[in-house]
């Protein structure tokens, strides 16, 4: 008896990760010993909060092109536009294209990922401010990304991607969870068979979460859909994920989410009374002068809209971008 409970619950468990959000981490963050000194960097944040979410697909670039655990430390050298992989303490090997083998395999089998959370500082894996260093010793001014992460980015170039001590920052966490769920639901509802009318769907559930991050691709957006460019499928499908990725992510500022609360507010001039919308813009205009968190009108929106709105704005995605378990104070600090 206690066998067969073990084995449906390992297959409940199978079941679960393979429904889940399938998101690249470097091995390192994951705790598995591979870092240069033998050593890890294990996330918290990516194992005690995030892996109840996501499941993570774990790679160490630089394990994968055979360097030894531990290694000699490693930086990039030469002109910050194209570096050479050199070992610290000896600059007279190029490991650039040893790494380059270890990864270009591997990058084939990332479609399936809707994000990517890499470990930072790394030569091979950090997303920015990475250390090119001249052949005097000296650091160059001008800073680039990790190696493994630039064929990352080309690859995948509309994929969330970020450092995790950068997603610490809960402004920067609600966005690059945002991004992934976003992505995800672009790839598997669209990608997967695309037409334009479920193009178009996508884009009328997305609206105002779109509004609140970027207005000027919202409305390009619109207009893409319209048909005024003569585009073939494929090509508006590619347009469109490229200007719906770049728009959220740039933050949500307080003007948009104000100007997107005014509009969602419209949807019960007719069913809610005046003293009851009084009340809401109250709030909203709080909220825009800092007194009031987005919770304070976004809660009481969301108590109208269960009662009256339509189906069209309860499925607006600008009210729940992602399981609000994941992050049950986002909205006490925007």
């Known amino acids: 008896m206690n066998q067969h409970k073990v084995i449906a619950t390992d297959s409940q468990t199978n079941h679960k990760r393979a429904s889940m959000i399938q998101v690249g981490l470097s091995a390192c963050l994951a705790g598995q010993n591979v870092r240069y000194n033998g050593g890890h960097t294990q996330s918290r944040l990516c194992l005690d909060v995030l892996s109840e979410y996501f499941s993570f697909n774990t790679f160490c670039p630089e394990v994968a092109a055979g360097f030894s655990t531990p290694r000699a430390t490693m930086r990039l050298m030469g002109h910050p536009e194209s570096p050479q992989l050199v070992f610290s303490n000896d600059a007279t090997e190029d490991l650039t294209q040893k790494l380059h083998n270890g990864f270009e395999e591997k990058l084939a089998t990332f479609k399936e990922l809707d994000g990517y959370i890499l470990m930072k500082n790394s030569p091979s894996c950090g997303l920015e401010r990475i250390k090119v260093y001249q052949a005097n010793g000296q650091v160059h001014k001008t800073r680039t990304t990790g190696l493994f992460t630039q064929a990352l980015l080309k690859a995948y170039p509309h994929m969330p991607i970020e450092e995790e001590g950068r997603i610490h920052d809960p402004k920067i966490f609600d966005n690059f969870i945002t991004r992934v769920y976003a992505y995800h639901n672009f790839r598997t509802e669209i990608l997967t068979a695309p037409s334009l009318h479920k193009l178009i769907n996508f884009h009328s559930r997305y609206k105002y979460l779109l509004m609140a991050h970027e207005q000027t691709q919202y409305r390009q957006l619109g207009r893409l859909l319209s048909g005024q460019k003569k585009l073939?499928?494929?090509?508006?499908?590619?347009?469109?994920?490229?200007?719906?990725?770049?728009?959220?992510?740039?933050?949500?500022?307080?003007?948009?989410?104000?100007?997107?609360?005014?509009?969602?507010?419209?949807?019960?001039?007719?069913?809610?009374?005046?003293?009851?919308?009084?009340?809401?813009?109250?709030?909203?205009?709080?909220?825009?002068?800092?007194?009031?968190?987005?919770?304070?009108?976004?809660?009481?929106?969301?108590?109208?809209?269960?009662?009256?709105?339509?189906?069209?704005?309860?499925?607006?995605?600008?009210?729940?971008?992602y399981p609000e378990s994941i992050n049950p104070l986002r909205k006490y600090y925007l």
């Not at 494929?234 to 990725?245: E, H, R």
């Not at 003293?275 to 007194?291: E, N, P, S, V």
């Not at 929106?301 to 729940?320: A, P, R, V």
Request: positive net charge; proline residues 4%.
């Open 232 to 321: 073939t499928l494929d090509q508006l499908v590619n347009t469109y994920l490229s200007a719906f990725m770049t728009a959220l992510s740039k933050p949500a500022s307080k003007q948009n989410h104000t100007n997107t609360l005014l509009h969602i507010l419209g949807y019960l001039k007719n069913s809610v009374s005046s003293q009851a919308r009084a009340h809401i813009l109250q709030t909203i205009d709080k909220y825009q002068k800092g007194i009031f968190p987005l919770a304070t009108p976004l809660t009481l929106i969301k108590h109208y809209l269960d009662q009256y709105g339509s189906d069209y704005i309860k499925n607006q995605h600008y009210l729940d971008p």
